[in-house]
C-alpha cells in the first residue's frame, strides 16, 4: 500500500508539472525559438524605469517590466498586474485588485519572488523620494497616497481627479528586493544596470561593448514570449547599422536613417513598416548664458536656419516642419501657430536690436563679448544625416555673424554636461512623447535641476501657470484650449529652435512575424512575436 501511494504522488507531481509547463506556452499555436538581433543607434545609460529619460533605455524597460494597467493594440486600457480595479465616484481613489501568478525574475542561485502589493508602494514611494531623480516625478505628483489593503490589493488617493487618470497607472513596477537602497534610486545603484522584472523578457548580461542579451522569461503571466532571445547592438553610425542589416549581421533596426529607406525598400528580405511616434528635434538653449536669454537672440537664430532646406536634403523630405512643443499629429499640438521663416535679414535685425554689432573678425560682439557658443552633440549622433544638420547649423549662423564651436561628446560626458552640469550653450536632441502631451518636465521652472528635463533652465511665469492650470482641469477641451495657449507663447519665446518630426520607419527580417508596433514604447506587443519556424 505504501509503494503504490509513493507511486501516485510521483504521478501528480509530474502531473502538476506538466501542468505548469503547459500554462507557460502561449495558446496561439505559432512556434518558440529564434534569436532577434536589433540595431540601436546608440547605448542606453541605464535599464530601469524610473531613472531613465531617453528612448533606447525605455524600449528596454518595455520587454522587462509591467504596469499596473497596459494599452493594446487599438490604444484601449486593458489590466496587466492588476486583474481588476475599481473607482469611486469622486474619481479620487483607485483600488487595483493585483494578479497572483505574477513573480520576479529570479536572480542566479534564487528562488523567484511574488509579486505583491509591497513592490506597488515601494515603486511609488521611490519614485517620488526627493533624492531620486527622475522625469517620472512630475507626471505623478497628483496621487496623494498609496497603501497596502493586503498583498493583492492596493488602493491610490488622489490630491484631485485628473483626465485619464487610468492610463498613467501604466507606470512601470519595480520589485522591492531590487534596489540596494530602499529609500531613492540614483544612477549609482546596481540595481540600474542590472534591473529584475515581471515582463516578457530577462536580462541575462550586459557585454562589455554594451549589447544587451535579453532571453525568454518560462514564468511569463501572459505565456512565455515565443522568441528566445533578444539582443540589443549599439551602433554609433547609422550607415554601419544599415550595412549590419543588409549583410544578415543583424534583423531589425528600430529606427531607420531616412536615407537609407531607399536601400532597404529595394531588398525582397526586408519588411519596411512606417510607425508613428509623437516626437520632434530640436536645438535647445542655456537661459544661463546671458547672450541667450534674451528672447530676440532665440528668436533670430530661429529666422536664420532654413529648416525646410535640412529636412529634404538629409532626409528625403520625410517629415514636417514644427513650429512649437507638441508633436504634430498629438491633441494638443496648435495648427494655428505656423513656423517661423527662413529669414535671414529678419534675424540680423534682431541681434541688431538687440545690441549686438560686428567685429573685426566679421562676427558680432556685444560690450566687448564676442556671440560665441559651443553646440554640443553626443556621439550617438555622430550621422551622416546629423553632422550635416549640425554643420548646416553652424553655417547659418555663421552667415549672421554668430561663431558656433562644435563638439561631439561621448554619450554619457554628453549627459553629464547637459543634465547635471549643464555646461553648454546649445545642444542637439530629440523628444519622444506618450499621447499626454505632457511638457511639464520640459519648461516649468520648478523642474530645473541636476538630471531633469528643464536642463535650459527656461522659467516663464505665465507659462508655469498654465501648465499648473493644464493639470487640474477635468475637460479635455479647456485642456486643449490652455496647451494651444502653451503653443503659441513657447513658439514666441524660442526656448527651443523646433525643427522638424520625421516620419519614423522599422526595418527587419521577413522572417519574423506578426510584428506590431507601439507608436512610442515600440516592443510593447514583442511578446506576441515569433520567429518563421522558430528559428
Do not use: C
Not at 534610486?185 to 540595481?191: A, N
Not at 535579453?214 to 549599439?234: C, E, T, W
Not at 535640412?310 to 514644427?322: A, H, K, R
Request: glycine content about 6%; hydrophobic content about 40%; charged content about 25%.
Amino acid at each position: 500500500m505504501k509503494r503504490i501511494l509513493v507511486v501516485l504522488s510521483v504521478i501528480a507531481a509530474l502531473a502538476a508539472s506538466f501542468t505548469a509547463a503547459e500554462a507557460a506556452k502561449k495558446k496561439d499555436g505559432k512556434p518558440d525559438g529564434g534569436t532577434l538581433n536589433y540595431g540601436e543607434y546608440g547605448r542606453p545609460a541605464t535599464l530601469d524605469p524610473v531613472t531613465s529619460n531617453e528612448m533606447i533605455s525605455l524600449r528596454i524597460t518595455e520587454l522587462i517590466f509591467n504596469g499596473l494597467v497596459g494599452i493594446n493594440e487599438k490604444q484601449e486600457i486593458v489590466p496587466e498586474l492588476a486583474e481588476k480595479w475599481e473607482v469611486s465616484k469622486d474619481n479620487r481613489v483607485y483600488t487595483f485588485f493585483l494578479r497572483k501568478d505574477v513573480t520576479w525574475h529570479a536572480r542566479e542561485g534564487e528562488q523567484p519572488k511574488p509579486f505583491t502589493a509591497d513592490d506597488v508602494v515601494f515603486t511609488y514611494h521611490i519614485m517620488m523620494h526627493p533624492k531620486t531623480i527622475t522625469p517620472l516625478k512630475v507626471r505623478y505628483e497628483f496621487i496623494s497616497s498609496v497603501e497596502k489593503i493586503d498583498d493583492s490589493t492596493v488602493r491610490f488617493t488622489l490630491k484631485r481627479p485628473i483626465l485619464n487618470a487610468l492610463a498613467k497607472f501604466s507606470f512601470k513596477i519595480i520589485p522591492k528586493h531590487g534596489p540596494a537602497n530602499s529609500d531613492y534610486l540614483t544612477r549609482d545603484d546596481p540595481f540600474v544596470q542590472h534591473p529584475v522584472g515581471t515582463g516578457p523578457f530577462m536580462l541575462k548580461n550586459v557585454t562589455p561593448e554594451r549589447e544587451i542579451i535579453l532571453v525568454a522569461n518560462d514564468n511569463y503571466f501572459k505565456g512565455r514570449p515565443h522568441i528566445n532571445q533578444f539582443s540589443a547592438k549599439p551602433f554609433a553610425d547609422q550607415n554601419i547599422m544599415t550595412q549590419a542589416l543588409m549583410f544578415n549581421a543583424i534583423d531589425m533596426i528600430v529606427l531607420v536613417n531616412p536615407r537609407d529607406i531607399p536601400e532597404i525598400q529595394g531588398d525582397k528580405r526586408f519588411i519596411l513598416q512606417p510607425y508613428n511616434a509623437l516626437s520632434y528635434s530640436f536645438f535647445g538653449y542655456n537661459m544661463k548664458n546671458p547672450f541667450l536669454a534674451d528672447k530676440r537672440v532665440r528668436k533670430a537664430f530661429t529666422h536664420a536656419v532654413n529648416r525646410q532646406e535640412m529636412l529634404d536634403s538629409f532626409f528625403n523630405g520625410q517629415g514636417t516642419i514644427i513650429s512649437g512643443p507638441f508633436a504634430p499629429g498629438s491633441w494638443a499640438y496648435n495648427l494655428d501657430v505656423q513656423p517661423l521663416a527662413f529669414d535671414p535679414q529678419k534675424a540680423s535685425s534682431l541681434l541688431a536690436e538687440a545690441g549686438f554689432t560686428k567685429g573685426a573678425d566679421g562676427f558680432l560682439q556685444k560690450d566687448g563679448n564676442k556671440l560665441e557658443l559651443t553646440l554640443k552633440v553626443p556621439i550617438e549622433k555622430e550621422s551622416e544625416a546629423i553632422k550635416r544638420v549640425v554643420l548646416a547649423f553652424k553655417n547659418y549662423l555663421k552667415n549672421v555673424g554668430v561663431d558656433v564651436k562644435v563638439e561631439f561628446k561621448e554619450w554619457q560626458a554628453w549627459k553629464e554636461d547637459v543634465f547635471l552640469e549643464h555646461d553648454f550653450d546649445i545642444v542637439f536632441a530629440s523628444w519622444v512623447f506618450d499621447d499626454s502631451a505632457d511638457i511639464s518636465s520640459l519648461f516649468h521652472s520648478g523642474e530645473i535641476g541636476p538630471w531633469k528635463n528643464n536642463f535650459g533652465s527656461y522659467a516663464n511665469a505665465e507659462v508655469d501657470g498654465l501648465i499648473n492650470e493644464s493639470k487640474l482641469t477635468l475637460d479635455h477641451e479647456k485642456k486643449r484650449t490652455i496647451n494651444r495657449k502653451l503653443h503659441a507663447i513657447l513658439a514666441e519665446e524660442n526656448p527651443y529652435t523646433f525643427l522638424w518630426t520625421l516620419t519614423n520607419y522599422t526595418a527587419y527580417h521577413k522572417k519574423i512575424r506578426r510584428v506590431a508596433i507601439h507608436p512610442y514604447k515600440f516592443f510593447t506587443f514583442a511578446d506576441e512575436w515569433f520567429m518563421e519556424d522558430g528559428k
